[in-house]
């Protein structure tokens, strides 16, 4: 674990060393008094929520990869009922840890807080997560979820349950785009080097596959649509590239972190070793 | 010296203008016929290669980089003319 | 002495910051998967492609090509006039480079209006669908080019700001801008 030494003045108490001895002398203590505990504690939930989503959507739920909007009513029935179990385990599992994107949110904000801009970056951040999480996750359960629960509907409703809850998910990208661009120009015209500025542009590839999925609402089928190669396959692989990108950057954020308001310190290099 | 640079800048804009035009004549050259043409294709996609390096090179620049970008930028002209060209033969042979 | 160290110090920078290069790279990456499947789609059912195609003016697209490589000069220009210090004729350079991309903009939507009007939409058949999605994803980028420009502007009215290399910065987007389209350009209108 880093073992910042926080000057004496810069708010935390006295005792800002780690003690030296057994391991489990030093967790308990930077549980207790490390000054980053909370940061950590956020950037590991960021870390579980993601470990968590993806195997209950894709192979609990079995929701995503998405099916074809094309299908006939008839197979968008057999869709459900093939995951009348999986979809309310899967996706109610979901909906329950879907607070923890609170924290992930707040992490991302608190980056925005610790660099040289305004504060409205961080709270219109903030703002806009929050509200995309209804329809960028909450009313892809809720609908999947009813969809399965009363299997003898009318499959005519079950199809607007289907499309409703793919579009709903596919579709209102705009907001994601919106709070991408925030972080971008927040990492832009940061003057602490709280990031580097190539995450910064990394973030606007990441927003411009949020246009690139907006088609989705004309098209039922090629590569447009919701479940398109360039659509979906295409966008997740940025996707994913991004994900991993900007967890990884979080966790090197909070290993800088000094609490100060000035520049951050890069992390000290390790010595030369062979090799 | 701005001039000097200003001329070789002019220069590189009428090359690659020149390789513009070219695709007229050669959408001439096959004008009226309705049919697939992988030799079209391939030197059309060959000539847009080329000029995208004279971009590189040129206008942004990479003549005077570090070995690194040069190379990179080389590599990234490959692999997008590797990509393209591997699309369209697999299209090509599935079609 | 301070020729064998002129050469040296010439001899290598990277234009910008090397941030913008890697997203360069990316982005192009991310184009190329998406030419790569127009191509191949292509080349499945060139029929359907090449009718589609036959609804293009080919004289626009031209036109709009040389427009925009005009812009990568002056753009190339500036920076050039910038490094030795002449602000206002990169200046001038600036707004050149802004001209030159209202004039294709200007172009793009009226070929987009052209078509529509003809009934040949997003949704109309595959190759249109292709059609508008990589010239529209290109006019995204040209719309940030312009914000980009505006720092351009920015940085050389002043001279308290004037950094070398965010004006190289912002041209080496610029030029992107430009090379996606040659590419663009050269796979819808021209390739058989």
């Known amino acids: 674990m880093s073992t910042v030494v926080t000057p004496p003045e810069s708010g935390s108490n006295a005792e800002a060393t780690p003690p030296s001895g057994p391991t489990h002398r030093r967790i308990a203590w930077h549980l207790r008094h490390g000054p980053k505990r909370e940061l950590w504690l956020a950037w590991s939930t960021l870390v579980v929520f993601y470990n968590l989503f993806f195997p209950m959507v894709f192979v609990v739920a079995q929701v995503q990869p998405p099916p074809a909007p094309a299908w006939d009513l008839a197979t968008q029935v057999h869709y459900f009922h093939e995951r009348h179990l999986g979809i309310p385990i899967g996706l109610g599992f979901i909906f329950a840890i879907t607070g923890m994107t609170a924290v992930n949110n707040a992490l991302i904000a608190y980056s925005m807080r610790r660099m040289s801009i305004s504060r409205a970056f961080g709270y219109s951040y903030l703002l806009i997560y929050s509200l995309s999480a209804l329809p960028g996750l909450l009313l892809l359960c809720i609908a999947l979820i009813v969809a399965t629960l009363r299997p003898e509907r009318d499959p005519k409703v079950l199809g607007w349950l289907y499309d409703f809850a793919f579009l709903s998910f596919d579709g209102t990208m705009g907001v994601f785009l919106i709070g991408s661009l925030i972080w971008m120009v927040a990492i832009l015209i940061d003057k602490n080097r709280v990031f580097p500025k190539w995450f910064g542009y990394l973030n606007l590839c990441n927003a411009l596959t949020e246009v690139v999925v907006a088609p989705c609402w004309i098209f039922g089928r090629g590569v447009l649509a919701w479940n398109g190669q360039i659509a979906w396959w295409l966008d997740m692989v940025v996707f994913g590239v991004y994900q991993v990108t900007f967890i990884v950057m979080l966790f090197q954020m909070i290993r800088r972190e000094d609490f100060g308001t000035g520049p951050m310190p890069d992390l000290p290099r390790k010595r030369a070793t062979a090799s | 010296m701005p001039l000097k640079f200003n001329k070789r800048l002019l220069v590189v804009w009428v090359v690659l203008a020149s390789f513009t035009l070219a695709y007229l004549w050669i959408d001439h050259s096959v004008d009226g016929s309705l049919r697939p043409n992988a030799v079209v294709t391939s030197s059309v996609i060959v000539i847009a290669l080329i000029k995208v390096r004279i971009i590189f090179r040129e206008f942004m620049e990479v003549r005077q980089a570090p070995a690194l970008l040069c190379r990179l930028t080389d590599a990234w002209v490959v692999l997008i003319g590797v990509g393209l060209f591997s699309c369209y033969i697999v299209g090509l042979t599935l079609g | ?192």
Not at chain 3, 79 to 103: H, K, M
Request: glycine share 6%.
């Open chain 3, 1 to 192: 002495m301070t020729d064998l160290t002129d050469k040296n110090k010439r001899a290598t920078f990277v234009p910008g910051q090397p941030d913008m290069w890697a997203f360069v790279l990316f982005e192009t990456l991310v184009f190329t998967a998406y030419f790569g499947f127009y191509l191949f789609y292509r080349a499945k059912s060139p029929e359907l492609f090449l009718h589609g195609q036959a609804q293009l003016d080919l004289r626009i697209g031209v036109f709009n090509t040389l427009v925009l490589l005009l812009s990568s000069w002056s753009v190339a220009r500036c920076v050039q006039s910038a490094r030795v210090g002449a602000f206002r004729a990169a200046l001038r350079d600036v707004y050149i480079t802004a001209a030159c991309a209202a004039i294709f903009l200007f172009f793009k939507v009226f070929e987009w209006a052209r078509l529509v009007r003809n009934g040949n939409g997003i949704d109309s058949s595959d190759f249109f669908t292709y059609y508008f999605f990589l010239t529209g994803i290109h006019f995204v980028h040209l719309l940030i080019g312009f914000v980009v420009l505006g720092v351009v502007v920015y940085q050389l009215r002043s001279a308290a700001r004037r950094s070398q290399e965010l004006v190289e910065t912002c041209a080496t987007y610029w030029h992107t801008v430009d090379f996606l389209w040659v590419l663009i350009f050269a796979l819808l209108y021209v390739v058989r």
